[in-house]
């Protein structure tokens, strides 16, 4: 904890908050105090932008190979310091540690992704239609970015903005969440020694988002904007960004549907299921928040899925073999006990769980529920928390028809051995990412991104930098 910085980073430097303000992080599975970092001010936040600002015109010009090289060299210092960074991880978001480990790997892979992709940014050149002019393209970094990141991946949710952003020549000021800013203090350190240009990447650790953050959304000297939260925030965002016109990048909510067919197999789906649901406690936006099985498969996969999900060790991510840590905060726990009570009281049934576990700490027990109402809020809503409900189907078009059924469009899963029927419900369902006989999505060399309400642009793969690079195009007369 000693080598964690506690200050903002700006302009290549360590300051302390205009006015000397902090701000308490807790340890969500003891409610005490960790640690107190800096309470960035506006005028922190917009010194911030000014260096972003300032550094750009030359980091732009740095050749492509050096910012390859930094990514390259902060991914090997991540997989070195591994255990470190995810103790710190789990201390300050509850994970478990196992799974802080494996978002230290998932992170630092978008590091070493994008050091790859830095080398690879090319335009085109083609003889025009009539033959007379040529049609030269370049692609070029957009600006200076904001990058605002959520609690529930501390990491990877900032190294994949930074990494592209980085390899395409960007400048970037980021607000880590108020819950969770000691992973991302830990990072900027991280970059720094790994001989990141001053001014190029700037910290602001805030308590109150909305104040500190506008003034640079609606700031001219801003060009990108990318936030990884809720809808709600994100579409008051996008209203911010419009001032400026700024390319906006918005990973928001989810509601992702898990079909279980009748031919599927069973025991991996339910194999799956565990991984879709449980991991990170089900805080995660590609969570399965609805399970729906075909009505001859349902029983025996919610029992199932029940007995293992039931059996899953609570308790301080810090302990080995812990497998499911605290929720965030309060907030969220009794969300999550409000969302339970409102299926409960419309009639489903208690398979496991359905409680918070007494005690200190924001714990509430793996729960699985069948026989719910299709308008129960654990339906609608996304749960973010441990709790799986079960429903059932009688046909492929109603599978389809009630997983489409959301506003939300980021995330589903689909079991099923039939080939036909596989590329049948992938085609008709209308989410940006599909697990077909798996539970997990997420992939550095994959793009990672929702339609409808969750989301605008890609993050990850080759599609990822995209977003931070503008077409410019050149007719030739030759
Ligand atoms: C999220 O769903 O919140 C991000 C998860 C991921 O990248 O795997």
Request: charged share 25%; net charge negative.
């Amino acid at each position: 904890m000693d080598a964690v910085p506690r200050q903002l980073f700006i302009a290549g430097g360590w300051v302390d908050a205009a006015g000397g303000g902090t701000l308490p992080v807790e340890d969500p599975a003891t409610g005490e105090r960790l640690a107190e970092v800096a309470d960035a001010t506006v005028d922190d936040a917009m010194a911030a932008l000014a260096a972003a600002d300032q550094a750009f015109p030359t980091f732009r010009t740095l050749a492509p190979r050096e910012r390859g090289d930094i990514l390259r060299r902060a991914y090997e210092v991540m997989t070195d310091r591994c255990e470190e960074l995810a103790l710190l991880m789990t201390l300050e978001m509850g994970k478990p540690l196992a799974e802080a480990r494996a978002e230290v790997s998932y992170a630092a892979a978008f590091f070493r992704w994008y050091a790859e992709e830095a080398v690879r940014i090319s335009g085109r050149y083609t003889v025009n239609e009539s033959g007379t002019g040529r049609v030269l393209t370049m692609k070029q970094p957009v600006g200076p970015c904001l990058f605002i990141t959520p609690w529930n991946f501390p990491l990877a949710m900032g190294t994949r903005k930074i990494g592209p952003a980085i390899a395409a020549g960007c400048t970037v000021v980021i607000k880590p969440a108020r819950q969770t800013p000691l992973s991302m203090l830990m990072l900027g350190r991280i970059l720094e020694e790994a001989g990141l240009p001053a001014g190029v990447l700037n910290i602001v650790t805030a308590s109150t988002s909305g104040p500190v953050m506008e003034p640079l959304i609606r700031d001219r000297r801003l060009r990108k904007l990318s936030f990884t939260g809720s809808t709600e925030v994100g579409r008051l965002l996008i209203e911010q960004s419009a001032e400026q016109v700024l390319k906006v990048s918005m990973e928001l909510g989810g509601n992702a549907p898990f079909l279980v067919f009748e031919d599927a197999d069973v025991d991996a789906a339910v194999e799956g299921a565990l991984i879709a649901k449980m991991r990170n406690g089900g805080e995660a936006c590609v969570a399965a928040n609805r399970f729906y099985a075909h009505e001859a498969v349902a029983d025996e996969f919610a029992t199932k899925l029940a007995e293992r999900i039931g059996a899953f060790r609570v308790g301080r991510g810090t302990d080995e073999g812990v497998q499911l840590g605290p929720l965030i905060d309060e907030a969220q726990r009794t969300k999550v006990a409000g969302l339970v009570a409102d299926a409960v009281a419309r009639g489903a049934q208690v398979l496991c769980g359905g409680s918070r576990v007494e005690g200190p700490g924001y714990f509430y027990e793996p729960t699985v529920l069948a026989k719910l109402t299709p308008d129960s809020a654990l339906v609608t809503e996304e749960i973010f928390g441990p709790v799986a409900p079960v429903l059932t189907f009688r046909t492929e078009e109603e599978a389809i028809t009630a997983a489409n059924s959301t506003e939300y469009g980021l995330a589903s899963y689909v079991y099923t051995r039939d080939l036909s029927r596989a590329f049948r419900v992938m085609e008709s369902l209308e989410t940006g990412m599909i697990g077909l006989n798996q539970g997990m999505v997420s992939n550095a060399g994959a793009p990672f991104g929702g339609v409808k309400h969750s989301g605008l642009g890609r993050e990850g793969g080759p599609e990822g930098i995209e977003d931070y690079l503008e077409t410019k195009y050149v007719a030739m007369a030759v």
